[in-house]
Structures are given as C-alpha cells and as structure tokens.
T-cell receptor
Framework: DTGVSQDPRHKITKRGQNVTFRCDPISEHNRLYWYRQTLGQGPEFLTYFQNEAQLEKSRLLSDRFSAERPKGSFSTLEIQRTEQGDSAMYLC????????????FGQGTRLTVV | AQSVTQLDSHVSVSEGTPVLLRCNYSSSYSPSLFWYVQHPNKGLQLLLKYTSAATLVKGINGFEAEFKKSETSFHLTKPSAHMSDAAEYFCVVSGSGRGTYKYIFGTGTRLKVLA
C-alpha cells in the first residue's frame, strides 16, 4: 500500500457527461501529479502541483480537462464533455520535496466512456 | 527535453535464467532514473532508483541496474527470473528540479517468464 488513494476506482460514463476524480496524496508530500495510461502504453504526464500551485500542464491536457488542489492536500481532476478517447486509467502520484526522490502512485481510476 | 527509450516492448525468458530489460535515456544534465514495475491490475511499484550516488543500484526482489553515462543507458537486470517477475516494467527519468519535477515514462517492457 503506497498511501496514495484515488476515488472512484472505476467510472463508466456516457459520452458528453462530466466526470470528476479525487486523489488523496501521502500526507507529508507537497507535490502531486496526474497521469493517464492507456492499454499497452506507459503513463503520460498530464499535470503537477507543488502545494496548491499548478506548476506544469502537458499539451495533452485539452481545455476539457481541469485539475485543482485548493488547499494543497487532495486534488481533483475533472473531464468535461467526455469523449470515447478519454477512456483510460487515470493515475495520481505524490512525492516529497527531497531532491532525487521517487513518486508514489495510487491504484488509479479506470474511466470507460460509452 | 528529457526522454527514455525502452528498446524492447516484450521480453520472454525461462524461469531461472537471467533477465535484461534495456533502457536508454536522453537528458541535458545528470538525471534521476528509476525503474517501476506494474503487475496486472496492480499499482506502480518502485524497483530501484539512481540518484548519482553509485552507478550500480540494487533494488527489491533481486533486481539491479547500472547507470552508464557514456552509453546513456540504465539497463535493468536480474540473475535468475522467477515466475512472479512476469509484469510490465517502466524506465522513468526525472529532472529532479532542473526546470521540472515531472517523471517521464518509457513505453514499457512486458516481461514473460516461461516455466
């Protein structure tokens, strides 16, 4: 158990609906990351936060995607007007501010858009 | 920009034989490098990490990796494969603060262990 929690674990939604995922990082970690993983691929970076500040966003992150970390603790990832191509595993990870540290990953939220 | 290339998408070995999973990296400066393992329907687990302290890094479950700057490689090895090693393995590079803290994943190598 890595200590990073994601909710829900599975989500099935109809195309065009909005979905929101939650991530609770390891409590003492101030960096939080979101990744997307499709079948047979490695995780792709989406965005990351240091405390409540969103420091970097991937060009993969379209305008339909938004992430927040309002109090520097948990984070939410919202996808608006979902498309079938959004079907994937969404992974959250956290890390400390120590130099050269690793990221700890949650179990992920599997999104299926039908 | 940083990147990693995993040279084999699939590797098959017999149980008890050595494992070699290859990874080359690209980075403008000395990177932090990691290997993660992902078992089916399980989360990503750290196997080992290189952070410039020693070029030969030992990890969990008998895995180790050697950082070779001249070859820009960070290959993962294990002397004797076990059935439980069958999984997807990811090589990862991080800038570790040199402009970015994000972790960049390779495309993965699926390891199959034959009885």
């Amino acid at each position: 158990d890595t200590g990073v929690s994601q909710d829900p674990r599975h989500k099935i939604t109809k195309r065009g609906q909005n979905v929101t995922f939650r991530c609770d990082p390891i409590s003492e970690h101030n960096r939080l990351y979101w990744y997307r993983q499709t079948l047979g691929q490695g995780p792709e970076f989406l965005t990351y936060f240091q405390n409540e500040a969103q420091l970097e966003k991937s060009r993969l992150l379209s305008d339909r995607f938004s992430a927040e970390r309002p109090k520097g603790s948990f984070s939410t990832l919202e996808i608006q007007r979902t498309e079938q191509g959004d079907s994937a595993m969404y992974l959250c990870a956290s890390s400390s501010q120590t130099v050269n540290t690793e990221a700890f990953f949650g179990q992920g939220t599997r999104l299926t858009v039908v | 920009a940083q990147s990693v290339t995993q040279l084999d998408s699939h590797v098959s070995v017999s149980e008890g034989t050595p494992v070699l999973l290859r990874c080359n990296y690209s980075s403008s400066y000395s990177p932090s490098l990691f290997w993660y393992v992902q078992h089916p329907n399980k989360g990503l687990q750290l196997l080992l990490k290189y952070t410039s302290a020693a070029t030969l890094v030992k990890g969990i479950n008998g895995f180790e990796a050697e950082f070779k700057k001249s070859e820009t490689s960070f290959h993962l090895t294990k002397p004797s494969a076990h059935m439980s090693d069958a999984a997807e393995y990811f090589c990862v590079v991080s800038g570790s603060g040199r402009g970015t803290y994000k972790y960049i994943f390779g495309t993965g190598t699926r390891l199959k262990v034959l009885a």
